[in-house]
């Protein structure tokens, strides 16, 4: 009885075709992900509601046309704008905030929770000054709420963020109710304004 | 036997390609789960300003993708002005609210609480142009926006 043979396919194309395809993903696919600033805007308002703040508690920021940089009507390079913010921030003026360091001026913010910072920008000054500054900002938040994490919890504010992406939720959730409380003790109060002129 | 000794060709040994094939599917598996696929070609020049305090936008499937800039060279019978580009379109400022929309609707009702605008705009475009795409997301209520910067060396950001 003769054995049948099935004939065997001829594998040396296999390499070829391989390439093929990996070429192919190669071309269309990306694999960078994105980082940016993450920003939450307010909500449209139909009539606009009259508060009271007083100038006190707001810290000036004005961006011009030949992206110059004015903080409470004085220049300032950007680099200098991070500690300009955390002084003003971290201020506590009325001795009413407990964890603040600031030098409790009074003609400074009272409390963190109302502190104020508003931003103007010309509408011919340009986005990477505009950006420059958020990330300066940013900065000053990022810093006075590690600090504070530190403090309270012992560990950073950005591995409290880290952990909000961790797997076992006892940690998610422990991760989560750090984070809303420091970011209670420092709520990013941001107003924006377009100058048009 | 000297002869014949001297006559023999001295061959390197042929490497094997018979694993050629395994190796090139790991790559490609690889490149498969490790990457996305490109969505848009950008019409327009692109240069991301730089920041260090960045959050990562890891979540592909919810971002809604603004691009601004100039037209880039190849499309310059468009003009030289800064323009908006939507899902491989140039548009214009009022037709941002249209795309909102129509993203919105092509997500399912549980994940749209967390759609997010990724503003990806070329750091030499002025704020007003900024302020308008900002004022007409207000409008449509996509209040999630995400300056997206490219990553600025000495970050401690959390990546």
């Known amino acids: 009885m003769t054995k049948r043979l099935t004939p065997s396919v001829n594998a040396g194309s296999m390499a070829d075709i391989a390439f093929l395809l990996l070429i192919f993903f190669l071309v269309t696919t990306t694999i960078e992900t994105d980082y940016g600033i993450r920003r939450q805007l307010s909500p449209p308002q139909d009539d606009p509601i009259d508060t009271y703040i007083k100038e006190k508690n707001v810290l000036e920021i004005a961006i011009n046309q030949n992206d110059e940089l004015a903080v409470e009507g004085n220049i300032l390079s950007v680099e200098e704008l991070k500690n300009t913010t955390i002084a003003f921030l971290d201020n506590g003026g009325n001795a009413s905030c407990d964890y603040c360091r600031g030098k409790n001026d009074k003609k400074s913010s009272d409390h963190p929770d109302k502190a104020v910072i508003s931003l103007v920008s010309d509408r011919e000054s340009s986005y990477e000054m505009y950006v420059a500054v958020q990330n300066e900002l940013m900065e000053a938040y990022n810093e006075l709420r590690n600090r504070e994490s530190e403090r309270l919890y012992g560990v950073s504010y950005e591995v409290i963020k880290q952990n909000l992406n961790s797997n076992s939720p006892s940690e998610k959730h422990l991760a989560r109710e750090r984070m809303l409380k420091i970011q209670s003790l420092y709520p990013e109060k941001i107003s924006e304004t377009s100058l048009t002129r | ?159």
């Open chain 2, 1 to 159: 036997m000297a002869k014949l000794k001297n006559r023999k060709k001295i061959n390197t040994p042929e490497i094997s390609t018979a694993s050629l094939p395994d190796i090139v599917f790991m790559l490609l598996f690889f490149f498969m789960v490790a990457t996305v696929m490109r969505k848009n070609t950008l019409m327009i020049e692109n240069r991301l300003p730089s920041a260090n305090q960045v959050e990562k936008l890891d979540t592909k499937n919810l971002i809604m993708n603004v691009y601004v800039g100039r037209p880039s060279s190849r499309y310059r019978n468009v003009g030289s002005e800064a323009r908006i580009q939507l899902n491989d379109k140039f548009a214009e400022v009022k037709d941002i609210k249209a795309f909102i929309m129509a993203e919105r609707a092509s997500k399912t009702e549980s994940l749209r609480p967390f759609l997010i605008t990724s503003l990806k705009i070329d750091k030499e475009i002025r704020m007003g142009l900024v302020g308008d795409i900002k004022k007409e997301l207000k409008e449509v209520n996509a209040l999630k926006i995400n300056y997206t910067t490219r990553l600025k060396d000495g970050s401690n950001s959390n990546k």
